[in-house]
């Protein structure tokens, strides 16, 4: 059943990004005096790492989680959804620095959009084992 498998894939979606919020978390706990904490912007330089790096593993991650949770097939998903997930990204660092909230909360959901339009997109086009239509 398709709405099975989307409902997964928006478990995937929000379980990366929280995964890297998390390391964002224990890292400004862990390390308080890094560099990358500042006086008057906290411990942002965590969260920017986590930005520029994170994203990409967590692209590269979501194919074994999606498999795990049962979305079948899963690699077709993870491959379908880097583009959207990339587009989205794009919007993100494209926000003005008056939206940084809103971007923050676009980033943050953004395998909740893209994992799920992925199996969709699949769905449409017949390669997810049930019928079009």
């Given at each position: ?22 390391w ?69 660092e ?5 939206a ?12 909740l959009?893209a ?6 997109i ?5 390669r ?6």
């Amino acid at each position: 059943m398709i709405a099975k498998r989307v409902a997964l894939a928006c478990v995937v979606g929000i379980i990366l990004p929280l995964a890297l919020v998390g390391w964002t978390v224990a890292m400004t706990e862990l390390f308080p005096n890094s560099s990358l904490c500042g006086e008057y912007t906290g411990c942002f330089g965590y969260l920017m790492k986590a930005w520029e790096v994170g994203r990409w593993v967590a692209a590269v991650v979501a194919w074994p989680l999606l498999w795990l949770v049962g979305v079948r097939p899963a690699w077709p998903v993870a491959v379908v959804a880097v583009p959207l997930l990339v587009v989205i990204w794009l919007v993100v660092e494209a926000l003005p620095l008056w939206a940084l909230w809103y971007a923050f909360l676009l980033a943050l959901v953004s395998g909740l959009i893209a994992y799920p339009a992925a199996v969709l997109i699949l769905g449409r086009l017949g390669r997810s084992g049930e019928p079009v239509g």
